[in-house]
């Protein structure tokens, strides 16, 4: 193992990859978790060998890891992820901290995720909050098919409606909280043409403007 994993490192290290890569990838063509590829004796068979060899090219051609293994860690939670939804980053678990000190002295706050795409952020705060009334919407049916299943896998409660930002809501609604993490890349950025972001939906990237077309809609 520890010859496969080492050449496999190194041909990440070519592109600038995290090697930490090449370890999930391994798990993942072997149906194991990371840490068992230490603690397990595992017999890396020819099609274990074959499977992680095409994993690698896909990761060598750009292909995000969490969308090669069909999920992505965040916080304490492992989240189903697909190529229909953004793979949620670390920055976003500081907006999901700062949610929940803002409701941290409201009780059954009503909260409102606008975009949610795979759910990370309506999920994780009404995990940390269950008696909280968490909503969440989505234009995009595919992400909302995706954080319903991520919803209902890890036992959370979340209203989910599908819609662009407010016009998704019926007229009553109200919240003592309004979060989201809307597209905020001007249309023109080199980056949206590079790298990894090639293969996340655009659309929850860029407004198609000047990457603030979207936060003032929302404000």
């Known amino acids: ?38 603690s397990k ?26 969308y090669i293994i069909g999920e992505a860690a965040f916080r304490y939670l ?57 909503t969440a919407t989505d234009v995009s049916i595919e992400a909302l098919i995706v954080a319903q299943q991520n919803c209902q896998q890890l036992g959370a409660r979340v209203q989910w409606w599908q819609g662009s930002w407010y016009e998704a809501l019926p007229p009553e609604g109200r919240f003592d909280l309004i979060v989201s993490n809307p597209p905020y890349i001007a249309s023109g950025d080199e980056h949206l043409h590079q790298g990894d972001l090639r293969f996340e939906p655009i659309g929850a990237l860029t407004d198609g403007a000047d990457g603030l077309a979207a936060i003032r809609r929302i404000i």
């Open 41 to 66: 004796a595992i017999e890396f068979t020819s099609q274990i060998r074959e499977d992680f060899q095409g994993f690698i090219n896909e990761r060598l051609e750009g292909r995000p890891t969490q």
């Open 1 to 38: 193992m520890k010859e496969l994993l080492r050449a496999a490192k190194e041909k990440l290290a070519t592109k600038e990859i995290n090697p930490v890569d090449a370890e999930l990838l391994l798990a993942h063509a072997a149906h194991v978790t990371r840490m068992d590829l230490h």
């Open 78 to 134: 492992d989240l189903e992820v697909g190529e229909g939804v953004l793979i949620p980053r670390p920055e976003t678990e500081l907006l999901v901290e700062v949610a929940l000190q803002a409701i941290q002295n409201t009780l059954q706050p009503a909260v409102l995720d606008l975009g949610t795409g795979s759910g990370v952020v309506a999920i994780s705060v009404a995990l940390a909050r269950p008696e909280a009334v968490v």
